[in-house]
Nanobody, 114 residues
Framework: VRLVESGGGLVQPGGSLRLSCVAS????????MSWHRQAPGKERELVAG????????NYADSVKGRFTISRDNAKNTVFLQMNSLTPEDTAVYYC????????WGQGTQVTVSS
């Protein structure tokens, strides 16, 4: 099982980024998927989750209305569209799936700064 995130980078406040998480070794269509983030000196926190069917999503209060999680089962990929970014969104973002135990990607750095 492998999860590989990409799409992070440096963006100005108010900007947007789209993170991707490509899975291998299992099908994302068979498991709930989620994005988490960890800022320096802080605990890792859940940002967004999506159900197996994609019909249900949940978000941290701090990102509701700005972030959107989605999945493309044909590409075995989960996305996180992030809009109206603020410096408080600066963190390493991780993709997560629970399959025979917790599975994390290596993370992708998102830095929001002017």
């Amino acid at each position: 099982v492998r999860l590989v995130e990409s799409g992070g980078g440096l963006v100005q406040p108010g900007g947007s980024l789209r993170l991707s998480c490509v899975a291998s070794g299992f099908s994302v269509s068979s498991y709930p998927m989620s994005w988490h983030r960890q800022a320096p000196g802080k605990e890792r926190e859940l940002v967004a989750g999506i159900s197996i069917t994609g019909g249900r999503t949940n978000y941290a209060d701090s990102v509701k209305g700005r972030f959107t999680i989605s999945r493309d089962n044909a590409k075995n990929t989960v996305f996180l569209q992030m809009n109206s970014l603020t410096p408080e969104d600066t963190a390493v973002y991780y993709c997560f799936a629970f399959r025979s135990g917790p599975n994390w990607g290596q993370g992708t750095q998102v830095t929001v700064s002017s």
